[in-house]
């Protein structure tokens, strides 16, 4: 069982990135996929959810109308586009399914 995420980076405020997740080892349609967020010293935070079938989304009041969760359960991979980025955007985001699994993270930071 793997999550593998990618697409971090060191981009300007206001700048865009895209996260992906890519999934092996379970059914990956079956599950919900959740986006977290830890930046220094800080608790791990939820992000973004989106349902097996990526009809639903939910998102933390602090991404809203910034971030997009989205999946392609053909790829068994899990995105966040993330537009509008801030300097407290900045932290490791993780990819996560019930069980619990997790990646093993990638680094965002949003800085000039």
């Known amino acids: 069982v793997h999550l593998v995420e990618s697409g971090g980076g060191l981009v300007q405020p206001g700048g865009s990135l895209t996260l992906s997740c890519a999934a092996s080892g379970f059914i990956f349609g079956d599950y919900v996929m959740n986006w977290w967020r830890q930046a220094p010293g800080k608790a791990r935070e939820l992000v973004a959810v989106?349902?097996?079938?990526?009809?639903?989304?939910n998102y933390a009041d602090s991404v809203k109308g910034r971030f997009t969760i989205s999946r392609d359960n053909t790829k068994n991979t899990v995105y966040l586009q993330m537009n509008s980025l801030k300097p407290e955007d900045t932290g490791v985001y993780y990819c996560?399914?019930?069980?619990?699994?997790w990646g093993q993270g990638t680094q965002v930071t949003v800085s000039s």
């Open positions: 996560n399914a019930p069980g619990p699994i």
């Open positions: 989106i349902s097996s079938a990526g009809s639903s989304t």
